[in-house]
């Protein structure tokens, strides 16, 4: 322990975490952080680095606005990429894999804000009585950066389909439960057999994969068909190093900024000429999201249409 500590004090670890590495340094196992139950000392320095590098809000902020700046298909600013990989020191190999998470659970939570946000309106757009006109008539803009306007799209081009089936279900008008609904399952897809569009592998949307590098996505495109799905979850970084499961995903208290950027209630949606119903704020919905967070939906819904 007392190695351990002078460990601590060389590497500059932050103060308020001592107490957290040291209870790491204890070997409890710890959900959602790499590595702990294991006593061996290289396995305690790289979950002490972890800790600290997962920490750094700055690095996920960075992430956060770099996804909400990459728009319309512009410039990318992912960076995920630059952050520095090491197998030695353990310390360092963990604080760097602890960082590259911060960074890109801030990326990955930007776009999927936006998905709530776009899914939430493409719901409200097509729960409607001409909901098969819109359908037809709608097209899908399919970015593949993770950014805030690609989260977007994706989000209600498979919302709109919900609100389609909602309406012809004669259920009431619901868009959070019906994402809820989505959510929860791989299974959980809607298909419109008449016109061949629904969600999922049923439709033309390409769910942005956390921690994937969107320069790659681009490239790959024009190269092989890509995957249509919802595995979105962290995986593991680096295999070769002590990090033995990816951390959970954290969706961090938003910023002032961040805020400020979501108080917004549009009218209308780039998506369509047709007027949005919804009369709450960006951030009203994301808060709504976000309070409904692993909750489960009460309606049943039908997964085909004919």
């Given amino acids: 322990m007392k190695y351990f500590l002078e460990y601590l004090k060389t590497h500059r670890l932050h103060a308020a975490l001592i107490p957290t590495a040291l209870l790491l340094a204890g070997c409890p196992t710890i959900t959602g952080i790499p590595g702990t139950g294991s006593g061996d000392l290289g396995q305690i320095e790289y979950d002490a680095g972890f800790v600290v590098g997962f920490a750094e809000d700055g690095e996920y902020w960075q992430g956060f606005n770099d996804s909400y700046d990459t728009v319309d298909g512009g410039d990318i600013y992912y960076t995920g990429s630059q952050i520095l990989q090491v197998e030695d020191p353990a310390y360092d190999a963990g604080y760097y894999d602890g960082v590259w998470y911060a960074y890109n659970d801030g990326y990955f939570v930007a776009y999927d804000y936006a998905f709530a946000i776009g899914f939430s309106e493409g719901y409200d757009i097509a729960f409607n009585v001409n909901w098969e006109n819109f359908l037809l008539a709608d097209i ?61 592998p049923f439709g033309p949307v390409v769910i942005y994969e956390y921690g994937t590098d969107p320069n790659d996505l681009i490239k790959s495109k024009a190269r092989r068909d890509l995957r249509k799905g919802r595995s979105s979850l962290p995986t593991l970084r680096n295999k070769s190093t002590k990090q033995t499961e990816a951390p959970a995903l954290s969706y961090r208290a938003l910023t002032e900024a961040a805020q400020s950027n979501l108080t917004v209630t549009p009218t209308d949606t780039p998506r369509s000429d047709w007027k949005l119903s919804l009369k709450t704020s960006w951030l009203d919905r994301v808060n709504a999201y976000n309070a409904a967070y692993s909750k489960k939906s009460y309606r049943q819904r039908t997964t085909r249409h004919l």
Avoid: K
């Fill in 140 to 200: 899908h803009v399919e970015w593949l950066d993770g950014g805030f306007t690609d989260g977007y799209n994706d989000g209600f081009s498979e919302g709109r389909i919900l609100g389609a089936s909602d309406y012809v279900d004669g259920l009431p008008f619901d868009w959070l439960d019906a994402l809820i609904f989505y959510q929860a399952s791989e299974d959980n897809n809607i298909y419109f057999e008449n016109i061949d569009l629904g969600t999922g």
